[in-house]
């Protein structure tokens, strides 16, 4: 289960449009300051919306971000699965030939 979130999503939507449609773009420590949130969080938040909207290249975007997420938990069970059936198999192969030894 995920961790709960620090910041409400409407306070980060709020931040970035505000530094978004700011012109000159307000320095953003003192924007964070101003809104009362980390000023890291605040220059993730920027950077996620600029990947997002196809502004920077070297980030993937939330809907990529989102489906690795949910590649690596289907991956995840695929493997648990295929242990199971491992060692499901391992045991009905003892059971089956009599000339095996048990240990």
């Known amino acids: 289960m995920a961790a709960p979130k620090k910041y409400p999503d409407e306070l980060r939507e709020r931040a970035v449009r505000l530094y978004?449609?700011?012109?000159?773009k307000p320095v953003i420590r003192q924007l964070a300051r101003q809104l009362g949130?980390?000023?890291?969080?605040?220059?993730?938040?920027?950077?996620q919306d600029e990947a997002d909207r196809g502004q920077r290249?070297?980030?993937?975007?939330s809907?990529?971000?989102?489906?690795?997420?949910?590649l690596r938990r289907e991956?995840?069970?695929l493997k648990r699965a295929n242990e199971i059936l491992k060692a499901?198999?391992?045991?009905?192969?003892?059971e089956l030939d009599p000339t095996r030894r048990r240990s």
């Open 20 to 24: 978004r449609e700011s012109d000159p």
């Open 37 to 47: 949130v980390h000023h890291e969080a605040l220059r993730n938040w920027i950077r």
């Open 57 to 61: 290249g070297d980030r993937p975007t």
């Open 63 to 70: 809907g990529e971000l989102e489906e690795l997420r949910r």
């Open 75 to 77: 991956n995840a069970e």
């Open 88 to 94: 499901a198999s391992a045991f009905f192969a003892s």
